[in-house]
Every structure is written in C-alpha cells, then in structure tokens.
Antibody
Framework: EVQLVESGGGLVQPGGSLRLSCGASGFTFSTYGMSWVRQAPGKGLEWVSYISSSGTTMFYADSVKGRFTISRDHAKNSLYLQMNSLRAEDTAVYYC??????????????WGQGTLVTVSS | EIVLTQSPGTLSLSPGERATLSCRASQGVSSSYLAWYQQRPGQAPRLLIYGASKRATGIPDRFSGSGSGTDFSLTISRLEPEDFAVYYCQQYGSSQWTFGQGTKVEIK
C-alpha cells in the first residue's frame, strides 16, 4: 500500500524554525518527484515546494522562497521541508504529495494525512 | 502566475442530482496538466481527474472532466452521499503549481 506519513509539526514562535518530515512506503520513492502543499485553517490548498526524483531540481512558491528548503533522502525514503523565519501566515496543515508520473509530477496522486504547523507567540 | 477561478463558490444540490463545477484560468493552461481533487472534511485531498479528462485509479465513472484552454469543468452525473465535499482544480506551468479556491458541494 502506498503511504505517506508527515511528522514534525507543532507550535513555533514567529521567526522560529521547524523541520517537517514525510516518510514514504509502498512505492519506489527515488523515482518520484515530490511536493509539499499546505492548507491554512478553513482555507484552500497552496503549493509550497517541489523536488525532482533525483533531488537535483527544486522549485518554491514566491511566498516561501528564501525561507524554506526542500530535500530528500533516498536511503531513508524520506522527504523534508526546512522552514526558517516562520511567520503567522505560514500557519497551516502541511501535506506531502507524490507527483503523478504520467504527467511528469504536474499533479498529485497520493497525499499524506498532513501535519499542523502553528506560528504564534 | 496563472490564477484559477472556480465557480460557483457553493453548490447546493440533492443526492441523485447532477453537479457541474467550473474552473477558469487567467491564461491558457495545458490540458495535460489540469487536475481535479476532492477533499472531504478532515481528510487529505484525493485526485479525481488528471489531463483534464482522465479518471484517476479507482474513481467512479460518475465523475468526468472536460475543457481546454482557459475553461474546464468537472461533472458529477448523479450525486452520491459521499460526494458532498470541496473540489479543487489545479494546474502546472512554468515551474509553478496553482490551485483554484475550491467549490463546496453541499446537501440541499
């Protein structure tokens, strides 16, 4: 069974840092592009960041560029999101999502259950 | 950045009725990269349609997608109780992924 499990969320003060993790199982993790997508409380979905299957190409939404860093570890079948200089507007449930191979990771065919990040003093 | 605008914001229908949801892009979108997702309360999104009209694995055939260019639609032919949820369209282009703001399908 394909599974993505996020962890690492929590309460952090404005200006603080947090590292999210996403453990993958049930598929060959190293062959899929992966993304982080977030959802603020009661709001819609917002794409945050993408990393290619090889880990050599990364893209970011303008709202997080320069503050967030995406990475992956194939030996651990894990995806990460390092979040620095956090702001109140970063408060959201963060999902990791697998890119659909048929369309070069343009869409997302598997999602984790999400981890809540709350930025507040 | 391509902006996706979904309409209506809320659709109030009864089980068994037909639902038609719209997604309009601020500029042309590759049909290959247009998808629809369903999100039930407290759950992660689920891929329904990709490539504008291809059903994802395990999706019932009452869900269908169509459109091209800037206008796309998702149709649910006969609403089942489990279909009352929020639906999002999503596109990829120029190394950016964007979602529409969502359409809520609620029980009338």
């Amino acid at each position: 069974e394909v599974q993505l499990v996020e962890s690492g969320g929590g309460l952090v003060q404005p200006g603080g840092s947090l590292r999210l993790s996403c453990g993958a199982s049930g598929f060959t993790f190293s062959t899929y592009g992966m993304s982080w997508v977030r959802q603020a409380p009661g709001k819609g979905l917002e794409w945050v960041s993408y990393i290619s299957s090889s880990g050599t190409t990364m893209f970011y939404a303008d709202s997080v560029k320069g503050r967030f860093t995406i990475s992956r570890d194939h030996a651990k079948n894990s995806l990460y999101l390092q979040m620095n200089s956090l702001r109140a507007e970063d408060t959201a449930v963060y999902y990791c999502a697998r890119g659909l191979k048929d369309v070069g990771a343009a869409n997302f065919d598997c999602w984790g259950q999400g981890t809540l990040v709350t930025v507040s003093s | 950045e391509i902006v996706l605008t979904q309409s209506p914001g809320t659709l109030s229908l009864s089980p068994g009725e037909r639902a038609t949801l719209s997604c309009r892009a601020s500029q042309g979108v590759s049909s290959s990269y247009l998808a629809w997702y369903q999100q039930r309360p407290g759950q992660a999104p689920r891929l329904l349609i990709y490539g504008a009209s291809k059903r994802a694995t395990g999706i019932p055939d009452r869900f269908s997608g169509s459109g091209s260019g800037t206008d796309f639609s998702l149709t649910i032919s006969r609403l089942e109780p489990e279909d009352f949820a929020v639906y999002y369209c999503q596109q990829y282009g120029s190394s950016q992924w964007t979602f529409g703001q969502g359409t809520k399908v609620e029980i009338k």
